[in-house]
Antibody
Framework: QVQLQESGPGLVKPSETLSLTCSVSGGSMSDSYWSWIRQSPGKGLEWIGYMYDSGGANYNPSLESRVTISVGTSKNQVSLRLTSVTAADTAVYYC?????????????????WGKGTTVTVSS | DIVMTQSPLSLPVTPGEPASISCRSSLSLLHSNGYTYLDWYLQKPGQSPQLLIYLGSNRASGVPDRFSGGGSGTDFTLRISRVEAEDVGIYYCMQNIQSPYTFGPGTKLEIK
């Protein structure tokens, strides 16, 4: 079965770039969307965006100017890049697979989640 | 953005008793294709969220049948027919009819 593992630096300085990787094992990356979601005590669960296997992406407008989700350096990886971070970006970051829930893929659900990785923004 | 609200935010329940969580959206989640774009997730203590219900009323694979989802338009309910100790955690509703996806604030279920 598919498993996801997030990795990356746990501490990032303000104004720098946060880079995380989601490693996908046990299955193919095709036919799915790949999402990033974060969770901070102040804001609950926040959807960051997703990429799909044709290379396109859809981002939360609140982060769109700073975020990039793309295939990682390895074919079985999804990367998240968030620029110009501030303390408000401190959170647990999760990656999740979005799978098609209907025959014609009119809806996707997040059926596999990674364990999450904690990122603190601080000097 | 579509705003999701939940009530109650805290829910103490005696094992074996039923429980109900309400979720409301600021916009109808009924798509023109006839599907309702409302999912429920449970985050157990120390774990990542897990899918419980999708499209308003469909149980995800492996989810016990004591969980059921219902509602339409802007008002939805997650019901647990008989709460068990393993059901503790925070329950979130989420809409994905419109980008950005948005989550409710969560309902924390605890055992009395």
């Amino acid at each position: 079965q598919v498993q996801l593992q997030e990795s990356g630096p746990g501490l990032v300085k303000p104004s720098e770039t946060l880079s995380l990787t989601c490693s996908v094992s046990g299955g193919s990356m095709s036919d799915s969307y790949w999402s990033w979601i974060r969770q901070s005590p102040g804001k609950g669960l926040e959807w960051i965006g997703y990429m799909y296997d044709s290379g396109g992406a859809n981002y939360n407008p609140s982060l769109e100017s700073r975020v990039t989700i793309s295939v990682g350096t390895s074919k079985n990886q999804v990367s998240l890049r968030l620029t110009s971070v501030t303390a408000a970006d401190t959170a647990v970051y999760y990656c999740a697979r979005e799978s098609c829930s209907t025959a014609s893929c009119q809806h996707y659900y997040m059926d596999v989640w990674g364990k999450g990785t904690t990122v603190t923004v601080s000097s | 953005d579509i705003v999701m609200t939940q009530s109650p935010l805290s829910l103490p329940v005696t094992p074996g008793e039923p429980a109900s969580i309400s979720c409301r959206s600021s916009l109808s989640l009924l798509h023109s294709n006839g599907y309702t774009y409302l999912d429920w997730y449970l985050q157990k203590p120390g774990q990542s969220p897990q899918l419980l219900i999708y499209l308003g009323s469909n149980r995800a694979s492996g989810v016990p049948d004591r969980f059921s989802g219902g509602g339409s338009g802007t008002d939805f309910t997650l019901r647990i027919s008989r709460v068990e100790a393993e059901d503790v955690g925070i329950y979130y509703c989420m809409q994905n009819i419109q980008s950005p996806y948005t989550f409710g604030p969560g309902t924390k279920l605890e055992i009395k």
